[in-house]
Structure formats: C-alpha cells, structure tokens
C-alpha cells in the first residue's frame, strides 16, 4: 500500500498537469470571467472532467489489449498439445481446452460441472485420491499417471501435471491440470518389460545350459583321461597277448620281416634281433619260396587281402617246418604291410593216422550228405556219386553216368564252363524239364515234373597251388521252394492288388463323404459370417478362422484322396498321370523333377503293372525328398521290346546301398524293400548304384509285351 500510494500521486499530478495544459489551450486568447472564486471554481471543474476524459480514453485503450491479450491465450489454451482442465474445491472441472475434450471424446459444454473422477478408471481413483490431496498440501506442481476413461469405455494411460491455484476467497483453491496421452509410451514400456523379462529368462536358460556344458566338458575330459589311461591298459595287455600267443606272429613289408613276437623266435629258432630286416626268401623252403612271394607281392600289389596257405620253413637249425599262414593287410608306419599269424603245423602233417581219420570222415560225409554230391577230376571226367545226387536226379545206377564229362553237361552255359576253366566256384539255379531232356536214357524218363536245383561248382586244389585237381558240384533239390515261392509271389500279388482296392475304397469315401462333409460345413459357416445376424467381432473372428481351418482340412482330405488313389491314372493313362504328379510333386516340394517316357503309348501295361509303376516312382521320390537332400531329379521310362527300362536319378548325398538294405531291415524301414517288391512282383529286376556325395541311381527292368497295332493283327490273323 505504501508503495501504489506514491505511485497514485504522481500519476493525479501528471494527469492533472495534462488537464490544465489542455485548458489552457482551449481559452487561449478568450476573456477571463468576472470574479476570482467563480473563475477558480469553472476552472478545477474543466480540469477534473478532461481528467475523467483521458482516464476513460486510457481505460478503453487499456480493455483492447486485455481483450486482445485475452484472445491469444485462449488460442494457446484451446490449441494446445495436450489437455487443461480447472477444476475446483469439489472436483467439478470449471475449465477444459479442447484437446482435453478430445482427450474424453465429449463435447466441451457436456464436461463443464462435471466430476473429474467420473472420467478415471477404477484401479487409478486411489491414485489420483493421493495425488490430489498431495497436490493441495504441498501447493507445488505434482505429477502422477494414471488410467482415464474416455465416452465409449476405450482405455488410456494419462500423465497429470498439477499445481493448486489459490483462489481471492479466504481458503479457497482450485487446481489446473495438464493431461498427456502416454498411452503408446506405456505399451512401450510394458512391451520393454517384457522383453527384459524374456531376456533375462534366456540369460537364465543360456546360463543354465552353459554351466550344464562346463559339466559335460569337465566330465568328457575325465572320461578321455580315463579313455586314455584305459588305451595304455590295453596297448599293454595287448602287448602280453601278442608276446604270449600260441602262434607265431610276423609283420612283413617289403618281402623283409619287420616284426616278429617270441613264439616266432621259438618256430624259427632265430633272435628277434636276427629276424629283424630277414628277406622272407631266406627263411622259405626253396620250394615254396615263389609261391610265397607271389602271395604276398599280390596282396601288396593289388591291396586285397591275402589267401591263407600252408608253406615249408627252414629253421635255424636246418629243420623242416610246416607252417599255416593267414594274413591280414594293414598299415605298418603309414604304409601297406601284411600281418601273419602262424600255426606250426608240422605234427599234423606228418601224422598219417590224423590223415586217415580225416579222409575217413570225409568220406563218410560225402556218402551220407543230404546234399547230392558228384566229384571230377581234373579234366572234368566225373568218378564219383553220393546216394543223394542219384536220388535227386530219380537215378539207381550210377554207372550210366561215371565218366561223363562236367563241360558238355547241357545245364550248364558256355559262360559258366568258361568261369570254370579260370578257376572260379560257380553257383546258380538249373531248371531240369524231365519231359523234354535229351538224356532220358540217364535220368528217369517217367518224372513228370520240372527239377529246380540250386547248384555250386567249386574248383578242388586251388590252395595248394595253380592247378586245379577236380571239381566238386553240390546239388540241392529246391523244387518246393520255388513252389512256395511262386505261392508267396501269388499272395503278394492279390494282396497289393487288395491294397489298392482299400486304397481306392478309402479315396472315395474322403472324397464322396468326408470332403463332401466338409464342403458343406464351409458353406455353412461362410453363410452365416455373411449374414449379419451377428455382431460380435470375437465371434465373427472365430467363425472366420474356423472356415479357413476347414478349407485346410478339405485340402488335405483332397491330397490324401489323390496319394492314395490318383484318378488321373483311370482316366488319362499312365504317361499323363505320372507326368501330372511329377509337376505336382515339384510344386510342392521344391524339387527340379524332370520325367519323360518314350513308347510307353504302345505298351500292353495292365492296371496292376500301372499301379505298381505309380507307387515305385513315388516311393522314389519321396524317399529322395526325404532323405538325400537333391535338388534335381530324372526319371527316364523307355519302352523297347522286350524290356521296360526305368531309369531314377538324383544329385543328393548318396549311399552306401548294401549297409542301406541291411540297415532297412534292421530298423524295419520297408521303402526300398517295397520297391524292390513292386519289381519282382512284375517279374522284373531293381538295381541300386549309388556313392556318398555322388547321387543314387535307381534302375529297373521289366519284361514287355508290344502292342499290336491293326495291320499287325491282321497280318498274323492271316
């Protein structure tokens, strides 16, 4: 007060010194009234009116700029980034901008006089509770976040800025609230704290499995100390049963004796030390000194593993030894040796009574053998018969047959004669058509029936050198096998021929009643989504993807129908149906598959030899897809009497095909045994080739009848 007063003063001055300048002005030159009182009285009264006429004139200037000032806050207020509410001792909101209308989706009138907590979620009323009442105590700017409510029930995290504005009545207050959507900075937030949660769970899981692998490392390097202990062990046990064995064991490389255990030094009579670089020739028998080296130059030469023989040795003494030789080739300081095991079999063969006993054994078995048996000699000339052979043959008189020759026998092919004058064992199956056989005055010409044999031909004398002594045939009689096996391979065709009619039995129920069924359930849910008698979109989303989880089980109640029955093969023959399923083959898998089929149009295939086309090729394709990781694939069919030719082949990873089939069997996977199956079942033949990284080819040979077109018909009607 005492300070506006001063200011007060010197204002009434200053506007008084304006008014009596501008009075004086207006009577300038004019006459002064009469009388000193009155003049002073109209003088102070002109004076106080311009005084009133300034101030107002001041007054009006002063109310323009409020109003204009007055203006640009309300644009800043309405237009603001962020929402202002006033609200007063009850919590009734006084003021709003717009954005904080926008903010609660109503109309700024409908907001005024209305409950600011009417607005605020449930979960936050105690917080904003809390932060109001901190708000009036503290009478500083305080901040907090909360949930709001805006008209249509839709959610959103809010920061509240605010300060208490104190009101001219005695203790009155009313507060001035800033609101900001930060409802994307919350989800970000929660999505944040999620991820760290996530995080932290795999550093946690990460850890787990990094401290669980330091186990394992720890454990595997105890167990490679142990490994390697226990690798001493037995290179030392090893080493007392070489030095302790009953047999004399040597290492030969280069025609020289590299290493010799003590029960060689015992057979040999010579120090390790002497035999130590010994040239093999100097300790053989002269006689058997080139059959030796031929051994042992062909195993090192050629790398196969060396026949096992009986040889005479000259021992340090000057005695005569006989020794039984089998040896193993293996690498000896990283180059190709051979590793003998040695029998001193001296005694043996010096001991007449042992040899007695032995042949007489032998000959009882030759006798008595169930196994038809027919010795020759060296020429081929037969000399003798066991009862079994002439059983077989339905023979009583072995005579008719003592002195026939091996090499014009009629069974036998100019091949296999030939195989056998090189000196190699021969085993094949022989049909016998008694019937029809030129040498009916030496088997029995009242047989009525065909003889399938399984015959072996072994070469006799070929252990103890070059030539060859005699021939010893054993014949078995394996008529009823092939029987059963004509049998087996009867049932094994009805029985595909049953699995193919459950097949198609099955296809078309998918087809005609499974996929019809659901065909209809499809259109039912489409028509009820677009019926509009639903307004729930949770619903509707479900009804969505229940129909598109239909149209997935009717695509693959379609596949299904088509794998196990493709009707393509009934209605456009067997080139079109394998072409068609190869392009779909390779459109969904991925793979290049190339076919082509070259005069298939004339071949005479029935439904079963089609059919068992179809699965071959598609066990082979799948069985590529699945296993050998290619990415191109050729199949080639050629038809050209009187073969079916079926050429597979891939650029995968490759095989090993005996340690594939036998693995198969072993683990009971039937892929390639069903194929091979399919191929026999046609009477025909499957080979696989196939080499680690280098792809696998499948072929197959089926026997083929041409078809005869008209002319030809007609030409063999006439």
């Given at each position: 007060m005492t300070k506006s007063k001063p200011r007060a003063e010197q204002k009434s001055s200053q506007l008084r010194a304006r008014a009596e300048k501008q009075l004086a002005g207006d009577f300038q030159g004019g006459q002064i009234a009469p009388g000193e009182d009155v003049?002073?009285?109209?003088?102070?009264?002109?004076?106080?009116?311009?005084?009133?006429?300034?101030?107002?004139?001041?007054?009006?200037?002063?109310?323009?700029?409020?109003?204009?000032?007055?203006?640009?806050?309300?644009?800043?207020?309405?237009?603001?980034p962020v929402g202002y509410f006033c609200l007063d001792e009850k919590n009734l909101i006084r003021k709003v901008n717009l954005v904080g209308a926008e903010l609660l989706g109503l109309e700024r009138a409908f907001l005024i006089r209305q409950r600011f907590s009417r607005f605020i979620a449930p979960s936050?009323?105690?917080?904003?509770?809390?932060?109001?009442?901190?708000?009036?105590?503290?009478?500083?700017?305080?901040?907090?976040?909360?949930?709001?409510?805006?008209?249509?029930?839709?959610?959103?995290?809010?920061?509240?800025?605010?300060?208490?504005?104190?009101?001219?009545?005695?203790?009155?207050?009313?507060?001035?609230?800033?609101?900001?959507?930060?409802?994307?900075?919350?989800?970000?937030?929660?999505?944040?704290?999620?991820?760290?949660?996530?995080?932290?769970?795999?550093?946690?899981?990460?850890?787990?499995?990094?401290?669980?692998?330091?186990?394992?490392?720890?454990?595997?390097?105890?167990?490679?100390?142990?490994?390697?202990?226990?690798?001493?062990?037995?290179?030392?046990?090893?080493?007392?049963?070489?030095?302790?064995a009953n047999e004399g064991i040597i290492v030969t490389q280069d025609s020289e004796i590299k290493f010799s255990n003590?029960?060689?030094?015992?057979?040999?009579?010579?120090?390790?030390?002497?035999?130590?670089?010994?040239?093999?020739?100097?300790?053989?028998?002269?006689?058997?000194?080139?059959?030796?080296?031929?051994?042992?130059?062909?195993?090192?030469?050629?790398?196969?593993?060396?026949?096992?023989?009986?040889?005479?040795?000259?021992?340090?003494?000057?005695?005569?030894?006989?020794?039984?030789?089998?040896?193993?080739?293996?690498?000896?300081?990283?180059r190709p040796a051979i590793l003998s095991f040695l029998d001193d079999i001296t005694a043996q063969m010096h001991s007449e009574k042992v040899l007695k006993e032995i042949d007489e054994q032998l000959k009882n078995i030759f006798l008595e053998s169930p196994i038809g048996i027919a010795?020759?000699?060296?020429?081929?000339?037969?000399y003798g018969v066991n009862k079994s052979y002439l059983t077989i043959y339905g023979m009583s008189d072995p005579t008719r047959i003592l002195g026939t020759s091996l090499f014009d026998d009629p069974l036998l092919s100019s091949e296999t004669k030939e195989r056998l004058l090189a000196g190699n064992a021969i085993r094949e199956e022989v049909v016998v058509d008694f019937p029809k056989s030129a040498d009916g005055f030496m088997f029995d010409p009242t047989r009525a029936k065909e003889l399938y044999l399984d015959v072996l031909i072994t070469p006799l004398g070929m252990s103890m050198g070059d030539a060859v002594v005699g021939y010893m045939v054993q014949i078995q009689d394996i008529t009823e096998e092939k029987g059963a096996q004509r049998s087996i391979h009867a049932l094994s065709q009805q029985l595909i021929r049953a699995h193919e009619a459950e097949r198609l039995m099955?296809?078309?129920?998918?087809?005609?009643?499974?996929?019809?069924?659901?065909?209809?359930?499809?259109?039912?849910?489409?028509?009820?989504?677009?019926?509009?008698?639903?307004?729930?979109?949770?619903?509707?989303?479900?009804?969505?993807?229940?129909?598109?989880?239909?149209?997935?089980?009717i695509m693959v109640v379609r596949d299904l129908a088509y794998e196990l029955r493709p009707p393509g093969l009934d209605q456009f023959g067997f080139v079109r149906a394998m072409t068609q399923y190869g392009k779909d083959f390779s459109e969904k898998t991925g793979l290049d598959v190339d076919m082509s089929f070259t005069g298939m149009e004339d071949s005479s295939l029935d439904f079963d030899a089609?059919?068992?086309?179809?699965?071959?090729?598609?066990?082979?394709?799948?069985?590529?897809?699945?296993?050998?990781?290619?990415?191109?694939?050729?199949?080639?069919?050629?038809?050209?009497?009187?073969?079916?030719?079926?050429?597979?082949?891939?650029?995968?990873?490759?095989?090993?095909?005996?340690?594939?089939?036998?693995?198969?069997?072993?683990?009971?996977?039937?892929?390639?045994?069903?194929?091979?199956?399919?191929?026999?079942?046609?009477?025909?033949?499957?080979?696989?080739?196939?080499?680690?990284?280098?792809?696998?080819?499948?072929?197959?040979?089926?026997?083929?009848?041409?078809?005869?077109?008209?002319?030809?018909?007609?030409?063999?009607?006439?």
């Open positions: 003049q002073k009285l109209i003088h102070e009264l002109r004076v106080h009116q311009i005084e009133l006429e300034i101030q107002n004139e001041e007054l009006r200037e002063t109310q323009a700029a409020l109003e204009q000032s007055r203006d640009k806050y309300q644009e800043l207020y309405d237009f603001a936050s009323q105690d917080t904003f509770y809390f932060h109001r009442k901190k708000v009036l105590a503290s009478k500083d700017k305080q901040v907090c976040e909360l949930v709001l409510v805006n008209k249509d029930g839709t959610r959103f995290h809010a920061q509240l800025q605010t300060e208490a504005v104190v009101d001219d009545a005695p203790n009155s207050s009313h507060l001035r609230i800033a609101v900001m959507d930060i409802t994307a900075r919350a989800r970000l937030e929660e999505e944040l704290t999620a991820a760290n949660l996530e995080l932290e769970e795999r550093v946690e899981v990460r850890t787990r499995e990094l401290t669980k692998a330091n186990l394992e490392l720890r454990e595997e390097i105890v167990l490679r100390r142990q490994i390697e202990l226990e690798l001493r062990k037995t290179e030392e046990n090893y080493r007392i049963v070489v030095e302790n003590s029960k060689f030094e015992d057979i040999s009579g010579y120090t390790r030390k002497e035999l130590a670089s010994l040239p093999i020739v100097d300790f053989v028998h002269p006689d058997d000194a080139a059959m030796v080296m031929k051994y042992h130059t062909l195993a090192m030469r050629e790398h196969v593993q060396p026949q096992a023989y009986n040889a005479r040795v000259i021992d340090k003494a000057g005695q005569i030894r006989w020794l039984r030789n089998k040896g193993i080739l293996i690498e000896w300081n990283d010795v020759y000699d060296a020429h081929g000339l037969m099955i296809s078309r129920e998918l087809h005609d009643r499974v996929g019809q069924d659901l065909s209809t359930l499809k259109i039912g849910l489409d028509s009820l989504r677009r019926e509009h008698l639903i307004q729930s979109p949770v619903f509707l989303e479900k009804l969505t993807a229940f129909s598109n989880l239909t149209q997935q089980a089609e059919i068992n086309l179809y699965r071959l090729i598609q066990e082979s394709l799948n069985n590529i897809y699945k296993h050998a990781l290619a990415r191109r694939v050729v199949v080639r069919m050629v038809a050209s009497f009187p073969k079916i030719i079926l050429r597979i082949e891939d650029d995968g990873l490759g095989f090993d095909p005996v340690q594939r089939m036998a693995g198969a069997t072993a683990e009971k996977r039937m892929g390639l045994h069903s194929m091979r199956e399919r191929a026999t079942l046609l009477g025909g033949t499957m080979r696989i080739r196939s080499r680690l990284g280098k792809g696998t080819q499948i072929l197959v040979e089926l026997p083929h009848e041409r078809k005869l077109h008209d002319s030809e018909k007609n030409s063999a009607d006439r």
